[in-house]
C-alpha cells in the first residue's frame, strides 16, 4: 500500500516537472512603457502588466502539490467530492494575476502567497476535527457550502444596492465562504455574474467558487482598509493608529483583514490557530518550509485591534 503511493506520488511529480519544463518555453511577451516593464504570459497572466512578467502560480505550484493539500477532499466522508480541483483554482487565479495575486515580490513571496490565502480556504472548509485522520489540516476544501444554514443571511439594510431576490439563500458558499446579500452581490459586480439572483452558481461552478475567494483576498473590505493580499504582501503601509492597534503586514493582519473580531483581538483562541496551522502546514507541504513564515507576532492577530466589528462587518 505505501509502496504504492510513493510510486504514484513520483510519477506526478515527475510529470510536473516536465509540465514545468514546458511552461518554461511559453511565450512571454515584453515591452516597456515608460521605463517600466510589463508583460503578457497568455491566458494564466494577460494584458500586460508588471505582475506577469514573474512567474506564474502553475510555474511552481502544480498539481500534485494541490492533491497534497487537500488530499481528502475526496474521500467518501467529505461533502463536496469531486467538487474542486487544480484546474478550476488554476483557472480562477489567471483572472487576478495581472494584479498581483501570487505573481507579486520574487518566488518566496509568491509561493508564500498562495500558501497563505489557501490556508483561509483550507481552514474555512475543513470537517476534519480533533483527531481526524491525517490530522485536522488534511481536510480542505471539504465542503463548498454551509451545510445546515439556520437563516437566509438577508439583510434588509442593504435593500437598495442589493436587494434579496425572493427565496434566495445567502447562506456560505465557496472556497472562503460568501455569507448575506451584500457580499454576494459585491463578488457578482467584480465577477460580472448574478450571483444576488443566483447564489447558488458558486456551489455549482468550482472557478467561480475559487473566483470569489480570491476576489475577497484582493480587495478591502472597506475603503481606508487594506486587502488581505495588500495586507500580506507588504504594498499595505500601516499608519500611525494601525501601529499602535498592533497591526503589522503579514499573515496575522490578513485574518484581521477577513474575519475582523471574529478571529483577532480575542487572545489565543481556537478559530485563529487553526487558520495559522492550516498555512504552517501547506508551506511544509509545499516545501518553502513552516520556518519561512516569520516571528510568531507575524502570525497572529491575537492581540490586535480588529479592523472591524461583527455587528455591522462581512465576516463569515
Ligand atoms: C518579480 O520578481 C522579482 C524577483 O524575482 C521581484 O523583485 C519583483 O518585485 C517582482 N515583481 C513584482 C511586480 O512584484
Ligand atoms: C464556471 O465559471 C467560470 C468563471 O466565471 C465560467 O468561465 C465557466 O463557463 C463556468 N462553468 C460552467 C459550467 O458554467
Ligand atoms: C486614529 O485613531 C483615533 C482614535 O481612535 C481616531 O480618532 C482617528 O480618526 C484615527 N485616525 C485615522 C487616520 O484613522
Redesign the pocket.
Known sequence: MAGIAITILALTAAAGFWAAEAESSKQIIEKTVKGQKLCDQGWECKGLSKYCCNQTISDFFQTYQFEDLFAKRNSPVAHAVGFWDYKSFITSAALYQPHGFGTTGGSETQAKEVAAFLGHVGAKTSCGYGVATGGPEAWGLCYNKEMSPDKDYCDDYFKYDYPCSPGAQYYGRGALPLYWNYNYGAAGEALKQDLLNHPEYIEQNATLAFQAAIWRWMTPPKK?LPSAHDAFVGTWKP???DT?AKRIPGFGTTMNVLYGDSVCGQGDVDQMNTIISHYQHYLDLMGIGREKAGPHELLTCAEQEPFTVASKSSSS
Do not use: V
Open positions: 481606508g499608519t500611525k493608529n499602535l
